[in-house]
């Protein structure tokens, strides 16, 4: 299994940059899907998921109601919409596969990780 990030780059206060992640041998439309995030001597943290059961979607509190997260089962991709940015996003963020999240909980870490890549957004 392959997961290939792109998107990531400078983005100004207040604006929007969109992430997106393509699988590779995953059978991607059972698969939960999303996206973390990590900065320097922080755990990484969960931000959003999609997930297989009925395309429910899960938003950290933080970026609920900023971030939007899709995905498009005949591309074996998601993608992160991230508007209204703010200096805290700033981050690497990851994309993943295989965890299980309910009701924001981490129930179970991802089985996969893309490679990171770099939000930094200033003023």
Not at 61 to 70: E, K, L, Q, T
Not at 103 to 110: A, L, R, V
Request: aromatic share 12%; glycine share 14%.
């Amino acid at each position: 299994v392959q997961l290939q990030a792109s998107g990531g780059g400078l983005a100004h206060l207040g604006s929007s940059l969109t992430l997106s992640c393509e699988a590779f041998g995953l059978t991607f439309g059972g698969a939960n899907m999303g996206w973390f995030r990590q900065t320097p001597g922080k755990e990484r943290e969960f931000v959003a998921g999609s997930m297989s059961d009925g395309g429910r979607t899960v938003y950290a509190d933080s970026v609920s109601g900023r971030f939007y997260i899709y995905r498009d089962n005949a591309k074996n991709t998601i993608y992160l919409q991230m508007n209204s940015l703010k200096a805290e996003d700033t981050a690497v963020y990851y994309c993943a596969a295989g965890f299980l999240v309910t009701s924001q909980t981490m129930t179970k870490g991802p089985d996969y990780w893309g490679q990171g890549t770099q939000v930094t957004v200033s003023s």
